[in-house]
């Protein structure tokens, strides 16, 4: 009876023994795949196998040998003309009494009613754009994707049917065998071998590192898995990039997350720090600092969190960081937001400024030895000035007695004797008269000039009241060259010597209305505006104006332009000047152009009074 019905069963069945061999089948054989049952008994089964799936029976026989089970699933039939038939197989082990596998059994069904039910999952699948593989509770592939073709490097009907572990390395499959288990056993939506580096092996052989999420499928036929498998062999690369980067880095390189926890190390910082990576790696930053800006590296921590961008941290202040040992060290650190796949992260850049302190410090005593130095010279210099000025109002001084002798016997040899020698001896009596007459003015106006400043009082100087007084003096000057005087605004009130300012603005004017040019009557204007720590004032005249290489020589003493049958004068007035502006802390220069005019300026510092 049993026979009869297999006889007359809708399925094509097979009974083979362990080699391959055909042992029986029955009549649907012939229905299916052209072959008399009388003709295909004895022969090997894989006949019926097409090409790519000529390992199927072996593959599974193996694992039913193993006390692997086989679920139904489909696959495809070469008939006796050749042509490729979709079957449901479902392979079974044929056992004897005492239970042993002498045998596998296939029954095989015709796959038609459930096409368009498969295209459409098969549409769905080809829209994921990972490579999906479908795998029943066997570890058999049961459905793939294009992506799958394209990334393993196998044609679908390579795949379908055979055990999944085919897409994996070697040393991971018995592993992956025993994960398959639990996962058929618990089964739920998750990232698989979650912190471990996944792989999948290529038709070649080639590996490539792969992210895998699983998620289980029910289904009439059971329990399956769907696998979406992702190839991050790009990521890897460039998380490789940036590890050489960050190893590659001049600077200790530290990667902390919002609750300060270390998450990511270079080497540099094990050098800096003297820890290694594992002593580092989750554990707080503040290892990495003295235990005294603990608290409030927490609160800036939270704050940078709050605002992140890149900057440098505690921007004006003096940063540490700590060694294994415990030693300090100066730190420069620079902060820059990471945005990542586990939430925003800081890097810090942290750069030991050891060398550089030691060579500001350096730099620092340096600068002040200079300043010492320099202090010392200008008081020697200051002490030399002091003497040379003694000595100039000293012999100065001294000069004027003899010379006056001269200048008297002089005069009294003029009145005697004048026209009762010849002319010659006339002459001579007239050449040193003017000598002695012109060193007696010269030998005054160094001593004048040795003089300045000598017995001063700082006061209140109103230079309203300067000027009207040096313009009262000079009247009859400014009346005879028809000058006009001008004053843009109220001069201020300066804190200064009265006599040295009088003397001041009354060698720029008298110099002014010397040195007008002819026909152009002088036009003086003076001005003053309030700058930084003191004033500034300007003298300036429409005169015969001074080339730009004589600017500077005209204030030293005795330095003259003209020769005095041109211009009147000893060559002294501006060096007066420079040492009265040098008096009240200030500076004098002239801006000028040959045949336009001058324009003598003049600064004063603000002096405390004495
Ligand atoms: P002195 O007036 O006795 O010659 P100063 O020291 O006052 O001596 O001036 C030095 C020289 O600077 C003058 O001889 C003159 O050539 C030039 N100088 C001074 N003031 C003026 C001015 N306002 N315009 C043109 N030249 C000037």
């Avoid at 894989?46 to 694992?63: A, H, S």
């Avoid at 009596?429 to 000598?435: E, K, P, R, S």
Wanted: aromatic fraction near 8%; proline fraction near 3%.
């Amino acid at each position: 009876m049993w026979s009869s019905l297999l006889q007359h069963a809708n399925d094509a069945i097979f009974a083979i023994d362990l080699s391959g061999k055909i042992l029986q089948c029955n009549s649907c054989v012939e229905k299916f795949y052209g072959y008399l049952p009388e003709n295909i008994v004895g022969s090997q089964y894989i006949i019926l196998l097409p090409e790519v799936r000529q390992k199927e029976f072996e593959n599974i026989r193996d694992n039913l040998l193993f006390g692997e089970q086989s679920a139904p699933f489909e696959t495809e039939r070469v008939t006796q003309n050749k042509s490729l038939i979709k079957v449901s197989a479902s392979y079974s082990a044929i056992r004897d009494n005492s239970g042993r596998i002498i045998g596998i059994s296939v029954i095989e069904r015709k796959v038609m009613h459930r096409k368009t039910l498969e295209s459409k999952a098969q549409a769905l699948l080809e829209t994921a754009p990972d490579a999906m593989v479908i795998v029943n509770a066997y570890g058999q592939i049961i459905l793939v994707n294009a992506q799958t073709e394209k990334l393993f490097g196998y044609a679908k009907n390579e795949l379908l049917g055979q055990d999944v572990e085919m897409l994996i390395p070697d040393r991971f499959v018995s592993r992956h065998k025993g994960h398959r288990k639990n996962f058929f056993e618990n089964a739920k939506a998750r990232t698989m071998g979650e912190g471990q580096e996944l792989f999948g092996r290529h038709k070649t052989g080639a590996e490539f590192p792969v992210e895998i999420s699983l998620s289980p499928l029910e289904t009439e036929e059971g329990l399956l898995v769907s696998a979406a498998i992702r190839d991050i062999s790009q990521r890897k690369k460039a998380e490789e990039k940036f590890r050489n980067l960050l190893e590659s880095a001049p600077d200790a390189i530290i990667i902390v997350n919002e609750s300060g926890s270390i998450q990511l190390v270079n080497a540099q910082t094990e050098k800096m720090f003297g820890y290694n990576r594992v002593e580092m790696i989750g554990y707080n930053i503040e290892l990495l600092m003295p235990v005294r800006y603990n608290s409030i590296h927490q609160v800036h921590r939270v704050n940078y969190f709050k605002n992140p961008k890149a900057r440098k941290m505690g921007e004006g202040f003096d940063l540490h960081g700590r060694d294994k040992s415990g030693k300090e060290f100066p730190v420069e650190i620079s902060l820059s937001p990471l945005e990542t796949e586990d939430g925003l992260l800081v890097s810090a850049a942290v750069r030991d400024i050891s060398e550089k302190k030691k060579l500001e410090n350096q730099i620092k005593e340096i600068n002040i030895n200079l300043e010492k130095k320099v202090h010392q010279r200008t008081e020697e210099l200051e002490t030399k000035n002091k003497e040379l000025e003694q000595f100039a109002y000293v012999a100065s001084h001294d000069l004027q007695e003899p010379l006056r002798t001269i200048s008297s016997f002089v005069g009294f040899l003029k009145e005697e004797y004048y026209r009762k020698m010849d002319d010659i001896a006339d002459s001579y009596l007239d050449y040193i008269f003017h000598a002695a007459d012109r060193m007696q003015t010269l030998i005054k106006d160094l001593l004048d000039y040795s003089r300045i400043g000598r017995m001063r009082v700082l006061h209140e100087v109103d230079c309203n009241t300067v000027l009207s007084q040096v313009m009262a003096d000079l009247s009859s000057a400014i009346e005879e060259a028809n000058a006009k005087i001008s004053v843009t605004e109220a001069l201020p009130v300066v804190n200064g010597y009265p006599t040295e300012i009088k003397q001041l603005f009354q060698n720029l004017i008298s110099n002014s209305i010397k040195f007008h040019r002819d026909n152009a009557p002088p036009v003086i204007t003076i001005s003053s505006q309030k700058i930084p720590g003191g004033w500034s004032f300007s003298f300036r005249d429409n005169g015969i104006g001074i080339e730009q290489q004589h600017q500077e020589r005209i204030f030293i003493i005795f330095q003259r332009l003209h020769n005095r049958t041109q211009y009147e004068g000893s060559g002294i007035g501006l060096s007066h000047c420079k040492k009265i502006v040098e008096l009240h802390g200030g500076k004098i220069w002239v801006e000028s152009q040959l045949d336009k005019g001058s324009n003598f300026q003049f600064t004063i510092s603000e002096k405390e009074k004495e």
